[in-house]
T-cell receptor, first 117, second 115 residues
Framework: DTGVSQDPRHKITKRGQNVTFRCDPI?????LYWYRQTLGQGPEFLTY????????KSRLLSDRFSAERPKGSFSTLEIQRTEQGDSAMYLC???????????????FGSGTRLTVV | GDSVTQMEGPVTLSEEAFLTINCTYT??????LFWYVQYPGEGLQLLLK?????DKGSNKGFEATYRKETTSFHLEKGSVQVSDSAVYFC??????????????FGKGTKLSVIP
């Protein structure tokens, strides 16, 4: 197991285009999270999956954003009609059950850096 | 709401100097506390954690003690190295209504260590 993998590492897109990012969590982790990190800021929570169920979404996740985790394995985050304000690092993380987070934190991927031009 | 405040950077130190990065938090419950480190171009790595009052987390020479009375979790290292140059994030975790254990992060403190 090589940890949490994210693809692509970098994405440059024109405003108005759709983009999709992929995250492969650690295989035995049933919890998966997406965070967004803008320049000079700490990561901010976007959404959370337990297995295939999306249980929580932040107010940051506008209706242009959608996330899925089919079969409770990998996850995708899609942004439709991208805007310049969407430029950020999108981080995926996974964890064991709740106590696993409290005791061990998450394991983060290296992120996908999105630039909207 | 829950929040984390950490000292603003950047912090520039000479090699072997003593490091302190202050972190205080506001939380409605009893959070777990973490320090994460982010090296250039990489994701976040867990540096250390503490889950209850007076716990001391430690790793790679870094330490932080969970102080409930002052709601603080300051990061310290006795002798920094050039390889410690990175951005350090303080974070707390509380269970949400949906059971998500969201992490709430500070803005990060950039540390540069010069030879």
């Amino acid at each position: 197991d090589t940890g949490v993998s994210q693809d692509p590492r970098h994405k440059i897109t024109k405003r108005g285009q759709n983009v999709t990012f992929r995250c492969d969590p650690i295989s035995e982790h049933n919890r998966l999270y997406w965070y967004r990190q803008t320049l000079g800021q700490g990561p901010e929570f976007l959404t959370y999956f337990q297995n295939e169920a999306q249980l929580e979404k932040s107010r940051l996740l506008s209706d242009r954003f959608s996330a899925e985790r089919p079969k409770g394995s990998f996850s995708t985050l899609e942004i439709q009609r991208t805007e310049q304000g969407d430029s950020a690092m999108y981080l995926c993380a996974s964890s064991l059950d709740g106590l696993g987070v409290a005791n061990y934190g998450y394991t983060f991927g290296s992120g996908t850096r999105l630039t909207v031009v | 709401g829950d929040s984390v405040t950490q000292m603003e950077g950047p912090v520039t130190l000479s090699e072997e100097a003593f490091l302190t990065i202050n972190c205080t938090y506001t939380a409605t419950g009893y959070p777990s506390l973490f320090w994460y480190v982010q090296y250039p171009g990489e994701g976040l790595q867990l540096l250390l954690k503490a889950t209850k009052a007076d716990d001391k987390g430690s790793n790679k020479g870094f330490e932080a003690t969970y102080r409930k009375e002052t709601t603080s979790f300051h990061l310290e290292k006795g002798s920094v190295q050039v390889s410690d140059s990175a951005v350090y994030f303080c974070a707390l975790s509380l269970i949400s209504g949906a059971g998500s254990y969201q992490l709430t992060f500070g803005k990060g403190t950039k540390l540069s260590v010069i030879p």
